[in-house]
């Protein structure tokens, strides 16, 4: 009796799949699957060659439709989708039914890519078969420039390299069986059931998708192009360069003009651009607009449009496995531009009109007024509006509730005020005083950085880095605005020592620690070789830090140790971790627990999202149905496994998506 299937294919279709995304891809006219690989009941895997004319045996079809059987692949909304076209499923109607060992592996801290978990999970790993795999890929699932040599085809089939093909062959039969290792090996680590449900559901919002004003998008591409070639060519006759966007070039006709600069970054030339006159400051001011033009983004949708308008697969589900939040894909919804113009509307308007003049007449920098213009370009169904809401402030709910900081929590109970209530706090100065035409009022800023940075252990850096500078603040300020907030928050200051001595007793002893509602433990499959380092949510969900190890850190301190990936360097090694640092992932790792059960209470209630960012979502609303104050109060309803977590959350209803 077959009770699971493990499966990889490999297709073809002129689509690039990097550029335009998953949906596009299949979507393709020529979209065909190639080749079959399949495991039945974790036995040993076969393969049918499609490309050749060879049927997927009966049985297996039969496999396939039978809502029993559990299907396994690596990153399986691949195969999902695909094989929902092969055999004319409706995708929706048989998600439930597959199990992607990517989001396990992600789920238990590991990194994404079949071969890289593989390694790190201390599997066999041959980097030669993997870059002959991916040249054998580009070879028959993509299509081949013509030259003599290849006799002016463009696609390789079998027949022209079937020695090559044979290899292809092996590779696919090897990705199933590295697969069915890598679920063996976490058989012991898996994620709670609600978690797999969450994975089908961002399944089907991808598959949705959100629809696109492409004339908004043309018409920005359109001036993008005018608006450059206007610039570099009053920059080349200011200069007389040949390409005055190079940072050489240009530092050498400023170093002639008795101008002497180090580099050309952002913050430089905005602080040049204060100081000088005439031809070099309006160069640099050229150089400062053209930094802005962010069409990127408007490549990226023009790249993934689907036929009926709509751009899918924008999100990665647990895409930032530290935490479990989501990441995005294409076009990375997850950092868009913010927007400041108050004319939106006619500002579209003119974009679509590919009306540079007025433009440039009503906003002046038209690169900058693009970048702006970009969360626009997603709009609602016809018919339908955008309804927008998101979490208000919902890391420093989180935090409060989790240290149980009493002043803050009736902050947010109350009037929800934190940077004003926070410089209240540090400064001794009533909350009363600290508004708008009051000398106060400029305590605000200092409470807001404060809280913007400070609040997983940072220092005087963290507000820099927050832009504390930037907002009149002085070096020699930072340090008391420290003191002062880790003495107005000395609960949070406890949670972070608290949390990273948990972390330290479970590593130093092995027993398990509970802490501010959160069990910290020590978990190992001997027989496997994993070794884990766990934090059990307050949701059940658990954050999983690999082959944990105590060691000294730059300060000479005890402190713990674990694989990952490294931010900086962007590989899998050795991280360090503190409690601040333990602390972030906790707070983020809650708060996206509370964006999950947001979702399923819009799934619920019969409202779609279309994406989410963040702490934000994103819902396409039939017009007459446009119930803000419903969906408002599904995001503020109490959470039953974090009673006392005061959430709040607001909202608006629009034409195209912007930040209110």
Known sequence: MIHS??????????VD?????????????????????????????????????????????????????????????????????????????????WRCTMFHGLYCGYTAGLA??????????????????????????TPTKPNKKNGGRT????????????????????????????????HHFQPPAYEQKLWELDQLINVKGIAVDFDLVDGALSISDKSTDELMNEA???????????????????????????????????ELIESLEGDPKRVLEIRQELSKTSVKKYQAMAAARCEDGRVRGLLQFYGANRTGRWAGRLVQVQN?????????????????????DALKLLYGNVPDTLSQLIRTAFIPSPGHLLAVSDFSAIEARVIAWLAGEAWRLDVFNTHGRIYEASASQMFGVDISLISKGNPEYELRQKGKVAELALGYQGGSGALISMGALKMGLTEDELPDIVRRWRSSNKRIVDLWYSLENAALSVMRNGQAVGVMGLVFARESDIKNGLDFLSITLPSGRKLYYAKPFLGVNDFG?????????????????????????????????????????????????GLETVIHVHDEVVLDVPAEKADLESVVRLMSEPISWAPGLPLAADGFVTEYYKKD
């Open 5 to 14: 299937l493990n499966i990889d294919i490999e297709t073809y279709s002129s």
């Open 17 to 97: 799949i990097k550029k335009a995304g998953l949906y596009k891809y299949v979507q393709s006219p020529d979209f065909q699957i190639l080749l079959f690989a399949y495991a039945i009941n974790g036995g040993e895997t076969k393969i049918v060659d499609l490309a050749q004319g060879d049927t997927i045996p009966d049985y297996v079809q039969s496999a396939i439709s039978d809502l029993a059987v559990i299907k396994h692949a690596y990153n399986a909304a691949f195969e999902w989708y695909c094989l929902s076209k092969y055999f004319g499923i409706d995708p929706k109607q048989w998600v439930n039914q």
């Open 116 to 141: 890289a978990t593989a390694k790190a999970l201390g599997l066999p790993n041959d980097k030669r078969k993997m870059s002959i795999g991916n040249a054998l890929i580009k070879l028959f699932c």
């Open 155 to 186: 696609r390789t089939y079998p027949h022209h390299e079937s020695e090559k093909w044979e290899s292809f062959k092996s590779y696919c039969i090897q990705d199933v069986v590295v697969e069915m290792a890598v679920q063996s090996k976490l």
């Open 236 to 270: 080349i006759q200011l200069t007389g360069l040949n390409n005055p966007n190079s940072s050489q070039q240009l530092m050498k006709w400023l170093s002639d003009q008795g101008i002497e600069v180090e580099n050309l970054q952002k913050a430089t030339v905005s």
């Open 336 to 356: 868009l531009p913010r927007n400041y113009i108050e004319t939106l509307g006619l500002a579209r308007k003119y974009v679509k009109a590919q009306n540079i």
């Open 557 to 605: 301190k005890e402190s713990i140790f674990y694989y990952g990936m490294d931010q900086t360097t962007k590989k899998w090694g050795k991280v360090n971790t503190y409690g601040g640092k333990i602390t972030e992932n906790v707070v983020q790792a809650i708060a996206r627990d509370c964006l999950a059960e947001t979702l399923f209470r819009l799934e619920n209630a």
